[in-house]
């Protein structure tokens, strides 16, 4: 099938009405888990899972990567009006957005965020229509030794993107293929570490952790805090960006959808990564870099554009590879073995509307959202206004029920429960969970990759330096993990987050 | 003691622990490696970056950093009182039947942190309660637990 049909064909299964349907539930969900300070895609995608499971695995899809784009967009919404991140992409559009808020420009600023994020969503969707399907059949040349370095490659690139020590990120890697490990082992189909619970001897459930670890221990940590917080009383105007604006943010919004792509594409990085980045670029290229901080609009375009192009950019390697490069992608991975689809190399192949019709609708998406968000900035603005103390218990609830009726079960909330106190340590000693996430789901797939791996080689770990692919992908990795201990680069390991 | 120096000694056990259980499991040969090798594998992993933590940690500890309180400044009683709520909810949603229990876990959080007026907490816990049973149980066919009352 050659490379139009196959778009034509999803567009087909995108814009059938029950698939616009979902796209549009999802996208809109995601517009207000990312509008909502507290409640990011993770959770919401997680509390939406177990909702997907009577429909197609298509349309389980669509509904699920809307929530995950849509977010993105919502997210800048809160930090231009309320200066406090919506989600953790968001984080640094606070920093000028808000200020240009402050001084009257609210609607420029939530404008050009739209369009840049518009701009970047649709053209990394384009990458992702190339790149996906030759990395594909590249990757049917993988062996178990090339999946094995290519996951320790991404768990490095995430620990060493962390923000905080890297010993930490790596603790929380290493306790996260840990959890992995939990349950049957799947070459000898013996348990291991389920305390005899009924409910560990499938693996400890990915959404049960993430739902602890993101939504009860931030409601956990956000009510010890005073629950006030003010939006910005401005009459939102102009939302179009004049002629002036858009010649700032061209470039920022260009370079930012360049750079969010490929850091999207790597496991490890991602959508915060790449907003950070792009924006310490845009302020290093800049010739006012003084105005940065004060409300610049190369401030907001640059790094919105990033996020959104990041989520496109993730897709690439679940969907070409199997190997999901970030938490989000890690339930989106979830979600398709729930529905009895293995992503990979062959999926493309096995299910073509499935793969096309996930990306077509994704464009579909990007329109809707760019129709329906500047209208709908009034309502945000109206949801953003509900006292958080009315909205936790809300909250909780969604991730009470969505954990209980994943296999109707209280122990998967105790679990919840559980992990919602860890992650509030976490927290509260600056431990970073999204290397936990991604370890956990790597886990089995490692261990699995890893023992083939052994059993190829008859015990020699030299097989993963002997076979060019994997040797470049360990090298990489090992450089990243040996690249703090040279006195020279000690300081320069960029740190993100908070 | 500062407050990596902590939670390193923390990990520390927890590797240990780990590594432990892990030999109750067949480990194999590298050759043909076994159930418990893996698991082995990721408690010495945890092992050694707890380690390398605690080396860390206690340099900075000679260079003067010291244990802060992670409690010291916040209210976290509030923390304490959503874990036991929840805790509540999680071992009264069978017996209680969800309707039930929704409507009192709701109307308990509504008072207990951020006290909200009684018109308020009595509307909103019914409202919610309703809302989610008909978008989840009707709509969404989640088989959520009945009480005694049905709902």
């Not at chain 1, 370890?439 to 083939?452: I, K, T, Y």
Request: hydrophobic share 55%.
């Amino acid at each position: 099938m050659d490379f139009l049909q196959s778009a034509l064909l999803g567009f087909q299964v995108a814009l059938t009405p029950l698939n616009l349907f979902f796209c549009f539930m999802g996208v809109l969900t995601g517009t207000l888990v990312g509008v909502l300070p507290g409640l990011g895609p993770v959770a919401a995608m997680s509390l939406l899972l177990p909702t997907t499971f009577h429909v197609t695995p298509v349309s389980a899809v669509i509904m699920l990567a809307g929530i995950y784009y849509g977010a993105m967009y919502g997210g800048s919404t809160t930090s231009i009006l309320v200066n406090i991140p919506g989600e953790a992409a968001s984080v640094v559009t606070c920093l000028d957005g808000y200020k240009m808020a402050r001084q009257g420009k609210a609607g420029p600023a939530l404008g050009i965020s739209a369009f840049g994020s518009f701009i970047a969503g649709t053209l990394s969707i384009v990458g992702l229509m190339f790149i996906a399907p030759p990395l594909a059949s590249m990757a049917l040349k993988f062996g178990p030794p090339e999946y094995f370095s290519l996951m320790i490659m991404g768990l490095t690139v995430l620990t060493f993107l962390a923000s905080g020590p890297m010993w930490k990120a790596l603790l929380m890697a290493s306790f996260g293929l840990f959890l992995g490990c939990m349950g049957m082992d799947n070459m000898t189909a013996s348990y291991r570490f389920t305390f005899d619970i009924l409910e560990l001897s499938d693996g400890i459930g990915l959404v049960p952790v993430v739902m602890g670890l993101f939504g009860i221990s931030e409601v956990m940590l956000n009510v010890e805090q005073s629950m006030g917080r003010t939006v910005f009383q401005t009459k939102i105007q102009n939302l179009l960006p004049n002629r002036k604006e858009w010649a700032a943010s061209a470039g920022p919004i260009l370079r930012g959808t360049v750079l969010g792509f490929f850091l999207g594409v790597l496991p490890g990085g991602g959508a915060v990564i790449s907003s950070f980045v792009s924006y310490a670029i845009e302020k290093r290229i800049s010739k006012h870099p003084e105005k940065f901080g004060t409300g610049a609009i190369e401030g907001v375009a640059g790094p919105e554009s990033a996020n959104n192009a990041a989520t496109g950019g993730a897709f690439i390697p679940l969907l070409s590879l199997g190997i999901p490069a970030n938490a989000v992608m890690a339930l989106l991975l979830g979600a398709f073995i729930i529905h009895g689809v293995q992503p990979g190399p062959m999926l493309m192949k096995e299910h073509p509307q499935l793969f096309w019709g996930t990306v077509a609708s994704m464009y579909v998406g990007n329109v809707m959202l760019l129709v329906l968000n500047l209208p709908l900035i009034g309502l945000w603005v109206k949801i953003l206004k509900v006292p958080y103390p009315i909205l936790f218990p809300l909250i909780l609830l969604f991730c009470l029920i969505g954990c209980y009726s994943l296999n109707n079960s209280v122990t998967e909330v105790l679990i919840m429960i559980v992990f919602g106190l860890i992650g509030y340590g976490f927290k509260k000693f600056q431990y970073e969970a999204a290397p936990l996430v991604l370890a956990l789901v790597l886990g089995p797939m490692m261990e699995n990759s890893l023992r083939q791996a052994l059993l190829m080689s008859a015990g020699s770990p030299m097989i993963f330096f002997e076979r060019p692919i994997s040797a470049v992908l360990m090298g990489t990795a090992l450089f990243l993990l040996l690249f703090p201990l040279i006195p020279k680069f000690q300081k320069k390991r960029p740190a993100f987050g908070e | 003691m500062n407050n990596d120096q902590l939670s390193g000694a923390v990990w520390l056990v927890i590797g240990l622990a780990v590594c432990l259980g892990s030999l109750q499991y067949k480990l194999g040969s590298p050759a043909a490696p076994g159930t418990g090798f893996m698991p082995l594998l990721t408690g010495l992993a945890i092992c050694f970056f707890s380690a390398v933590g605690l080396i860390h940690a206690t340099l900075r500890r000679r260079q003067g950093e010291k244990w802060t309180s992670p409690l010291q400044g916040v209210r976290w009683r509030h923390a304490l009182v959503i874990l036991i709520s929840l805790l509540a909810y999680a071992l009264l949603l069978v017996p209680l039947g969800f309707f039930l229990t929704t409507t009192l876990f709701i109307a308990f959080l509504l008072r207990a942190i951020t006290p909200q007026r009684w018109s308020v907490v009595v509307l909103c816990s019914l409202l919610t309660a309703t809302v989610s049973y008909l978008l989840f149980e009707v709509w969404l066919q989640a088989q959520l637990p009945k009480g005694p009352w049905g709902i």
